[in-house]
């Protein structure tokens, strides 16, 4: 129970990181087909670089499954001469910003993927005989085991400061209610009838 918890919450928030991820890209590489057809809308000369790039830098990727964060001097040189061929000149600050949106939403959908394998995992009972790696889902179980120990910390605290007040509260009464001579009379002939 806990441990499919802790993959839903990790696959939320990846689910939520990727939507924002493909936004980034969608704005930086500008409208789709569909977008250009039905809104009569097409694309600038920098979306036209940025596709490009993107295609580019996708076949990279793909070449590549474990590649790193960073895109090395040697690899921005052949992306830039493989586009210059296809005849088009893509400065280099663009195509690094086209790598690292299109590496956040590769990074965040392989992370995605891992969570469903350690999923499947977990119910088949073969984590420790897979090489699958799970150690992200824990982390996850770790916060979520953490925030749930907050959140009745927090209500424990509340409760316990409203209890508080409450008592404090009546206490006051009872001693105004003490006080008055009137009204411990009229508690006093209520008691006898």
């Given at each position: 129970?806990?441990?499919?918890?802790?993959?839903?919450?990790?696959?939320?928030?990846?689910?939520?990181?990727?939507?924002?991820?493909?936004?980034?890209?969608?704005?930086?590489?500008?409208?789709?087909?569909?977008?250009?057809?039905?809104?009569?809308?097409?694309?600038?000369?920098?979306?036209?670089?940025?596709?490009?790039?993107?295609?580019?830098?996708?076949?990279?990727?793909?070449?590549?499954?474990?590649?790193?964060?960073?895109?090395?001097?040697?690899?921005?040189?052949?992306?830039?001469?493989?586009?210059?061929?296809?005849?088009?000149?893509?400065?280099?600050?663009?195509?690094?910003?086209?790598?690292?949106?299109?590496?956040?939403?590769?990074?965040?959908?392989?992370?995605?993927?891992?969570?469903?394998?350690?999923?499947?995992?977990?119910?088949?009972?073969?984590?420790?005989?897979?090489?699958?790696?799970?150690?992200?889902?824990?982390?996850?179980?770790?916060?979520?085991?953490?925030?749930?120990?907050?959140?009745?910390?927090?209500?424990?605290?509340?409760?316990?400061?409203?209890?508080?007040?409450?008592?404090?509260?009546?206490?006051?009464?009872?001693?105004e209610l003490s006080n008055d001579e009137v009204k411990k009379e009229e508690t006093n002939h209520r008691k006898?009838?």
């Open positions: 129970m806990q441990w499919d918890n802790s993959i839903s919450f990790m696959e939320q928030i990846l689910r939520e990181r990727i939507g924002l991820a493909t936004e980034e890209l969608d704005t930086t590489i500008g409208p789709s087909w569909t977008e250009r057809w039905s809104g009569w809308r097409s694309r600038s000369p920098l979306e036209l670089q940025c596709v490009a790039a993107k295609n580019e830098l996708h076949k990279l990727l793909v070449a590549d499954e474990v590649h790193g964060k960073k895109l090395e001097n040697d690899e921005l040189t052949t992306v830039r001469k493989n586009l210059q061929t296809q005849g088009v000149d893509v400065p280099y600050e663009i195509i690094c910003k086209v790598w690292e949106k299109l590496y956040k939403l590769t990074f965040l959908n392989r992370a995605l993927t891992s969570a469903q394998q350690c999923r499947k995992a977990f119910y088949h009972r073969n984590i420790a005989c897979n090489a699958v790696e799970c150690n992200d889902v824990v982390l996850f179980w770790r916060a979520t085991r953490m925030l749930e120990i907050t959140s009745n910390a927090l209500r424990l605290q509340i409760m316990n400061t409203e209890a508080q007040r409450l008592e404090k509260e009546v206490k006051q009464y009872l001693e006898e009838s």
